[in-house]
């Protein structure tokens, strides 16, 4: 069947030139067959298509979007804006991003047409697998940001990242970036005006709501993302308004445990605050990468784990920056490593002396500190 994106009707022959219901032509640019919709949004739709200028009729992506015909000087801006776009997105020659093969308007509608990849989004995958381990959110970080760094160096920012738009290739599992936001960049310059809601707020960082997109709007947007994969929740759900900060933690899975190391760079990741964020994917990857050197004693705050103690807590109270209770916390942790009761706990300035020691503290040590 051939699918008409002028009226929409999905039933027209396969060999089909105008539309059985509007008459329209069927082909795009006499050469792309759309052959059914395979997504919408809110600005357009992707459609399977073929390229009948080719012998073997390889598979396409097609990308329509879709504007209301209010004023043909915005339209004609917004063309102007797609194909300086599009000419952006034809220099990101990466395995991981889906070339572009071409770019066009037709019929006041403004196509992308793109490589299929087939696969599976993340999205389906969490639906059909379950939660993502702290592993596979290691190795999405691992395999994503390199893209994105290759991304921002090309003066491009995604704009639209989510688990629907990270694919999974079926033949060798590798993950793709699709769907660039280009609809989105139109609509942000204020040349087309439709009340339609721009991008997905769920994972937009608090200065994309704004209008202002940076490198690090699109890895708050992967942080997001990473949290949603992690719990299974929207998140949506994930953030306390009350409290104004996320609360994914509380709605990990039993046994799906993230280490401080990593949840401190998703922490990070997802701040709302923009000076409080990576500012490039370089940067995440480096703090991926860190590890403890050999021979370095730990902090107080994170003692050695086969004490049995659990810090879940305490890595609550420092991420929701409640000093107070994280001192408190603190205290009680280290009487519970020691085996010792809970007594009044440490001044600041005590605290800050322990921190400052080359050596872990001692029970002798920890004694002076109490009688004072």
């Known amino acids: 069947m051939s699918f ?24 795009l640019k006499e050469r792309y067959r759309p052959l059914y919709a395979l997504g919408k949004g809110g600005f357009g739709r992707t459609i399977l298509g073929v390229d009948e200028h080719i012998p073997s009729q390889p598979q396409c992506a097609i990308k329509q979007l879709c504007f209301p015909e209010e ?5 004609k801006k917004a063309i102007a804006l797609f194909q300086q776009e599009a000419v952006r997105l034809d220099e990101l020659r990466h395995p991981q991003i889906p070339q572009l093969l ?3 308007e037709q019929e006041n509608r403004l196509y992308l047409i793109q490589e299929f990849i087939p696969g599976q989004a993340l999205a389906q995958e969490l639906l059909q697998v379950g939660v993502f381990n702290q ?3 290691q190795k999405l970080l691992q395999d994503l940001l390199p893209v994105l760094e290759f991304v921002h160096g090309n003066h491009v920012i995604h ?3 989510k688990p629907e738009n990270i694919m999974r290739k079926s033949a060798g599992g590798d993950l793709v970036l699709i769907d660039f936001g280009v609809a989105k960049l139109i609509s942000a310059t204020g040349v087309m005006k439709t009340g339609t809601t721009v991008g997905s707020p769920e994972y937009m960082a608090p ?31 994930l953030y306390d308004d009350t409290s104004d900060r996320w609360i994914w933690r509380d709605y990990l899975p039993p046994g799906n445990q993230v280490t401080p190391h990593l949840s401190e760079i998703i922490d990070k990741l997802i701040h709302n605050a923009l000076s409080q964020r990576y500012k490039s994917a370089q940067e995440v990857l480096a703090a991926i990468e860190i590890k403890t050197q050999p021979g370095k004693k730990q902090q107080l705050t994170t003692l050695r784990s086969d004490t049995g103690v659990n810090y879940q807590q305490l890595r609550n109270f420092l991420a929701w920056k409640q000093w107070e209770k994280a001192d408190k916390e603190t205290w009680a942790l280290m009487c519970q490593a020691l085996s010792k009761g809970r007594v009044t706990y ?3 300035s005590d605290l800050e002396s322990l921190r400052n020691c080359s050596h872990s503290p001692t029970k002798k040590e920890l004694g002076s500190n109490r009688d004072r």
Do not use: H, W
């Open 159 to 161: 704009r639209d990242i």
């Open 207 to 237: 200065e994309q709501m704004r209008g202002k997109v940076l490198p690090a709007s699109d890895l708050y947007s992967l942080g997001v993302s990473c949290i949603q994969l992690l719990t299974g929740i929207s998140p949506f759900d």
């Open 71 to 75: 004023n043909p000087a915005d339209f």
């Open 346 to 348: 440490l001044s600041n």
């Open 4 to 27: 008409c994106t002028n009226c929409l009707y999905p039933q027209n022959p396969d060999d089909a030139r105008f539309c059985l219901k509007c008459g329209k032509l069927i082909l």
């Open 102 to 104: 071409a770019y066009f």
């Open 135 to 137: 592993g596979k959110i």
